[in-house]
C-alpha cells in the first residue's frame, strides 16, 4: 500500500509543481512541491524515516497555518482566475495542507513498517 500510495502522490505533487509555470511566484511553489514528490518518492524506495516524514509535516503544517487568509472566501474551484487574494490565500493553504496530509500518512506507514 505504501508504495502504491507514494507512486500515486509523488506524480501528483509532480503534476502540482509542472502547474506553477504559469503563477506569479513560481520559484515558491515549484521547490515546495518538489519536495513532497521527492519524499514520496523517498517513501517508495524506502529510504525515508518516519520522523523524516513527521519534520516534513511539520513544516507543512506551520506553512499551511501562515499562508491561511485572514478571511476565508472559499477555494471557488470553478473559476480558474483569482477574483480576491484570500482566495488565492485558501488555494496556496489547501496545497501546504495537501502536502502535510500525505507526510503524515507517510510518517505513519514507515513508522509501522519493520526495517531490516
Request: glycine share 10%.
Amino acid at each position: 500500500m505504501r508504495k502504491t500510495l507514494s507512486i500515486v502522490f509523488g506524480l501528483l505533487f509532480v503534476l502540482f509543481a509542472a502547474f506553477q509555470y504559469n503563477d506569479p511566484d513560481p520559484e515558491i511553489w515549484v521547490p515546495i512541491y518538489g519536495a513532497a514528490a521527492v519524499a514520496c518518492f523517498m517513501a517508495w524506495a524506502g529510504v525515508g524515516r518516519w520522523w523524516f516524514f513527521a519534520g516534513m509535516a511539520g513544516l507543512y503544517f506551520v506553512a499551511t497555518w501562515y499562508q491561511w487568509p485572514s478571511r476565508f472566501e472559499g477555494f471557488l474551484f470553478n473559476e480558474l482566475g483569482m477574483r480576491s487574494l484570500n482566495i488565492e490565500l485558501a488555494r496556496e493553504a489547501g496545497g501546504l495542507g495537501i502536502c502535510a496530509a500525505v507526510m503524515v500518512l507517510f510518517a505513519v506507514l514507515t513508522r509501522n513498517s519493520v526495517r531490516l
